[in-house]
């Protein structure tokens, strides 16, 4: 069974930075996308970035600006550059790695606060 494990997450203040990363446990064939989302307390998940197998990248809007999708497909390996952290930012961030076929994976989400 493959697993995503992520890292990077902590407390940060606002303004600040922090880089999260995901890899696979084992290689994943024929990778549609990867992609972080994050949810809030007494909120819904919500996609915050996506890479596609050709690079192609899209952000939510709250983040445009801020955060950077990154990933390296052969490694199955995605990261997230965030700076100019904001408190509204907080939330547990999941990893998430679509096949071509639609099944996903999921990391187990990393924490990330960010004070004000």
């Known amino acids: 069974q493959v697993q995503l494990v992520e890292s990077g997450g902590g407390l940060v203040q606002a303004g600040g930075s922090l880089r999260l990363s995901c890899a696979a446990s084992?290689?994943?064939?024929?990778?549609?996308?990867m992609a972080w989302y994050r949810q809030a307390p007494g909120k819904q998940r919500e996609l915050v970035a996506v890479?596609?197998?050709?690079?192609?990248?899209d952000y939510a809007d709250s983040v445009k600006g801020r955060f950077t999708i990154s990933g390296d497909y052969a490694k199955n390996t995605v990261y997230l550059q965030m700076n100019s952290l904001k408190p509204e930012d907080t939330a547990v961030y999941y990893c998430?790695?679509?096949?071509?076929?639609?099944?996903?994976?999921w990391g187990q989400g990393t924490q990330v606060t960010v004070s004000s």
């Open positions: 998430n790695i679509r096949r071509r076929d639609l099944y996903q994976y």
């Open positions: 890479i596609t197998s050709v690079g192609t990248t």
């Open positions: 084992a290689s994943i064939f024929s990778i549609r996308d």
